[in-house]
């Protein structure tokens, strides 16, 4: 099996890319983060790292023709690419950080498609996993880019799979809830520099909502991206899949 990721250097990614290749996948991945790529490296010398800036076209566009042509093809697509984007009101938020912020968690799905697609339906298989959120399936107040975004990575996923279905190739959205590790507590830290209340009231709040009381462990989106990419899910396409405990009401502050 042939796997393209994006930023999968650490956290979620890293754990799909980790996943993939144990399962004996040749992997390509990119991040944005120099160290963690390093760090990357040293722990999976057997993946291919390259330091990409998705929200910049040529870089996706070089990095997505070497790995291509390195695998020769791709069965696989994670596009993981994500950004916090900022915690404000919407009044409060700049335009250009708006658009950051879609650059990096909807463009960048769409550009790495737009590669990626004509070799699979040549091929005539393969599977697109795009990461959405649980605020792609409700609202997040403070957070309105980063929503958008989610909600319109589904948007995107349906109506690829619509488009690709008679290629047989697969396209779904995973929608993770609140996943362990530093980007949470990076988004977690803003709003409650934001709020003016405690980080731990706020940590809180993410999980009371949930009937499994507990943070998702990354390696159960890898899981389930395992799973949509085998031949137990070769019926599954144009699904948003939450993988959350079972929201019962997002986030309430």
């Known amino acids: 099996m042939r796997v393209i990721i994006?930023?999968?250097?650490?956290?979620?990614?890293?754990?799909?890319?980790e996943a993939f290749a144990n399962q004996g996948a040749r992997v390509h991945i990119c991040d944005v983060a120099e160290a963690a790529i390093g760090d990357f490296?040293?722990?999976?010398?057997?993946?291919a790292a390259t330091r990409v800036d998705v929200s910049r076209?040529?870089?996706?566009?070089?990095?997505l023709d070497a790995a291509l042509a390195d695998l020769g093809?791709?069965?696989v697509l994670v596009n993981n690419a994500g950004s916090k984007g900022p915690t404000a009101f919407v009044e409060e938020i700049e335009p250009q950080h708006w658009r950051e912020c879609l650059a990096v968690c909807l463009e960048?799905?769409?550009l790495c498609a737009r590669r990626v697609v004509p070799v699979m339906k040549q091929q005539k298989s393969g599977s697109i996993i795009n990461l959405s959120s649980v605020a792609g399936l409700v609202g997040f107040g403070m957070r309105t880019p980063y929503a958008a975004a989610?909600?319109?990575?589904?948007?995107?996923?349906?109506?690829?799979?619509?488009e690709l279905g008679p290629h047989d190739v697969r396209v779904n959205a995973i929608c993770p809830g609140t996943v362990k590790g530093e980007r949470m507590d990076r988004v977690i830290s803003a709003e409650a520099q934001r709020r003016g209340i405690s980080f731990d009231r706020i940590a809180d709040e993410y999980i009371s909502g949930q009937s499994i009381k507990r943070y998702v462990e990354p390696t159960e989106i890898a899981d389930l991206c395992l799973f949509l990419t085998s031949p137990s899910a070769k019926m599954i396409t144009g699904q948003a899949i939450a993988v959350d405990g079972h929201t019962e009401t997002y986030h309430i502050g």
């Open 6 to 17: 994006t930023a999968a250097a650490a956290g979620i990614g890293r754990a799909i890319a």
């Open 150 to 162: 989610k909600w319109a990575v589904i948007g995107f996923t349906k109506s690829l799979a619509i």
């Open 108 to 110: 960048s799905h769409f």
């Open 73 to 75: 093809g791709a069965d």
């Open 41 to 47: 490296r040293s722990a999976n010398p057997q993946i």
């Open 57 to 63: 076209e040529s870089e996706l566009d070089a990095w």
